[in-house]
C-alpha cells in the first residue's frame, strides 16, 4: 500500500473529514490514539476502554464538523477538540463507576481552542435514540444491501460507478437502493 | 421512527437530493415551501435525514475498527516481523510444513493418526486485504481477524457474509479453515466438504487437503484418505504412505 499524503493543513483535513476521505480519516485516528491511550492508562483504564471512549469521540468529532457544529481553523484546534470531548468522557466513565482515585487534572495537558471556532462542545449526537436504532440496524443488514448503502452514503460514490461495479444498469441499482432504505428503516423500526 | 409514512421511490430520491443541495432553485423553495406547510412531509424529512446519517455513521464506526486492527498490527510488528500477507507465503508454508513432515515419518506410532495432524496441519495463512473500501470491505475485516488468530471473530463476520452466499467457495474455504484453526473439527468438516464439492473452486485442492487433516484429528482414517487422495498438493502422497 502506498504511503498516504501528510495533512498539515486545518481545510484539507476538515474536507477530508466531510467526505470521508478514508485516507484523512485513517492519518487522523492514528495519530491523536496514542495520547487518549495514554490518558486512559494513566488514570485506571484499560487499552479496551480506551478504544471504546476514543471511538465515541472521533464519531462526535466527526459529526460536528460535518454539521459545521464545529468549525476548526488549524489541524492542531481538531486535534485539541477530539482529545477534550475523549477526556470529557473518560471522566463521565470514571464518575459514573464511583471511581474513588483523584483524577489530577492538573497532569491533563488542556488544549486551547477558541470560542468562535467551538459552537460549545456537544459529544452528545450519538445519543439520539434514533440514530443509534439506524446504526444497529445497518450491521443486521445483508452484506449486499450494506455494502451498496456503504459505497453510497459513506464513500460518496457516482451512481453510475456503483452500478458499473455490480454489473447493472443505474435504474436498477437506484430501485436497489431504494429496497435496502426500505429494509433498513423496516429493521430500526421492529428493534423499538 | 415514524412508521405511519411510507416514503415513496420518488420522494424519497427529491428529499435525498434536497438533504445533498442537489435540487435547483425551483425545486428547492417547493420543498421548503412542503416542510413548512404539510407536518407529514417534514417528518418524512426528518426520517430520511435520520437513515443517511445511520448508514454514514455506523460505515465510519465499522472503518474504525479496521484503522484500529491496523494500528495494533503495526505496534506489533515493530517487535516482531512475523506477519506477512502476500501470496508467496502461500507456497512457503506448504514447504515448511513438507520439512516437519520428513522429521515425523521416524517417530509414528500410537495414536498415529494425531501425529499425523500435528506434523502436517498448519494453519493456512489466509489472503492478502485490501482496506481501500470496497465491496470486500466485511470479508477483509474478517480476514484482518482471521490472521490475527482471532478465529471466533473471523467466523462470525464470513458467517454473516454466508448467509446470504451459501455457495462461495472463498467463504466456505476459509470458515472451514477458521473452525480447524479453532479445533472445532466438526463444523471444519462441515465447510470444507462444501468447498470441495465445487468442482471449479480455485481451493479444491487446499479444501480437500485440510478436510482430510480435519478428518486424521477426528482419527477416522478412511475418510481421510477418501479425501487426500483426490487432493493434487504434492504433500498428500507423504502422507498416504505412512497411513497404510
Redesign the interface.
Same mark, same amino acid.
Request: hydrophobic share 45%; net charge positive; charged share 25%.
Given at each position: !500500500?502506498q504511503e498516504k499524503p501528510t495533512i498539515s493543513m486545518g481545510q484539507p483535513l476538515i474536507t477530508a473529514i466531510k467526505q &470521508?476521505d478514508?485516507l484523512g480519516? /485513517?492519518q487522523l485516528?492514528?495519530t491523536n490514539?496514542p495520547k487518549i491511550e495514554l490518558l486512559v492508562l494513566k488514570n485506571s483504564g484499560t487499552k479496551d476502554q480506551a /478504544?471504546d471512549v476514543y471511538?465515541e469521540a472521533?464519531?462526535a468529532l466527526?459529526?460536528n464538523i460535518k454539521q459545521d457544529k464545529f468549525i476548526p481553523k488549524t489541524e492542531s484546534s481538531i486535534n485539541g477538540y477530539l482529545y477534550t470531548i475523549a477526556k470529557n468522557k473518560w471522566m463521565d466513565v470514571l464518575r459514573s463507576q464511583g471511581f474513588k482515585k483523584t483524577i489530577v487534572t492538573s497532569q491533563i495537558p488542556n488544549y486551547e481552542i477558541s470560542e468562535e471556532e467551538n459552537n460549545g462542545i456537544d459529544d452528545d449526537i450519538?445519543k439520539?435514540q434514533?440514530?443509534?436504532?439506524? !446504526?444497529? =440496524?445497518?450491521?443486521k443488514l445483508?452484506? =449486499?444491501c450494506?455494502?451498496l448503502?456503504? !459505497?453510497f452514503?459513506?464513500?460518496k460514490r457516482p451512481m453510475n460507478i456503483i452500478a458499473e461495479?455490480l454489473s447493472i444498469d443505474s435504474a436498477s441499482t437506484? &430501485?436497489k437502493k431504494?429496497r435496502c !432504505?426500505q429494509k433498513? /428503516?423496516q429493521i430500526?423500526?421492529n428493534e423499538? | 421512527m415514524d412508521e405511519k409514512y411510507n416514503i415513496s421511490q420518488s420522494e424519497f430520491e427529491l428529499i435525498e437530493q434536497y438533504l445533498n443541495d442537489n435540487l435547483d432553485a425551483a425545486t428547492t423553495q417547493q420543498v421548503l415551501e412542503q416542510i413548512e406547510k404539510n407536518p407529514i412531509f417534514k417528518t418524512k424529512v426528518d426520517t430520511v435525514k435520520t437513515i443517511i446519517a445511520g448508514i454514514e455513521s455506523q460505515a465510519l464506526k465499522n472503518e474504525l475498527d479496521v484503522f484500529h486492527e491496523d494500528l495494533e498490527q503495526k505496534s506489533r510488528s515493530t517487535t516482531t516481523k512475523s506477519l506477512n500477507n502476500k501470496p508467496w507465503w502461500r507456497p512457503l508454508a506448504v514447504a515448511a510444513v513438507i520439512i516437519i513432515a520428513a522429521g515425523s515419518y521416524f517417530w509414528l506410532g500410537e495414536n498415529a493418526t494425531d501425529k499425523l495432524y500435528n506434523a502436517y496441519y498448519t494453519v493456512d495463512p489466509g489472503l492478502p486485504t485490501n482496506m481501500g473500501g470496497n465491496t470486500m470491505y466485511e470479508f477483509n475485516k474478517a480476514m484482518v481477524s482471521y490472521k490475527q488468530g482471532k478465529y471466533t471473530e473471523a467466523i462470525s463476520g464470513w458467517k454473516d457474509l454466508a448467509k446470504q452466499k451459501q455457495d462461495n467457495d472463498t467463504l466456505n474455504y476459509f470458515l472451514g479453515s477458521a473452525f480447524l484453526a479453532s479445533d472445532s473439527i466438526e463444523n471444519a468438516i462441515k465447510y470444507l466438504e462444501k468447498t470441495t464439492e465445487q468442482s471449479g473452486s480455485t481451493f479444491r485442492e487446499e479444501a480437500l487437503y485440510y478436510l482430510g487433516l480435519a478428518h486424521l484429528k477426528n482419527g477416522n482414517k478412511t475418510l481421510a484418505i477418501k479425501a487426500l487422495k483426490q487432493s493434487q498438493l504434492p504433500q498428500v502422497k507423504e502422507i498416504i504412505e505412512q497411513l497404510d
Open positions: !500500500m &470521508n478514508s480519516l /485513517k485516528y492514528v490514539y /478504544k471511538q472521533f464519531l466527526w459529526q450519538l439520539n434514533r440514530l443509534q436504532d439506524v !446504526m444497529q =440496524a445497518f450491521n445483508g452484506e =449486499a450494506r455494502s448503502l456503504r !459505497m452514503y459513506f464513500e461495479e437506484r &430501485n431504494y !432504505m433498513l /428503516k430500526a423500526l423499538n | -
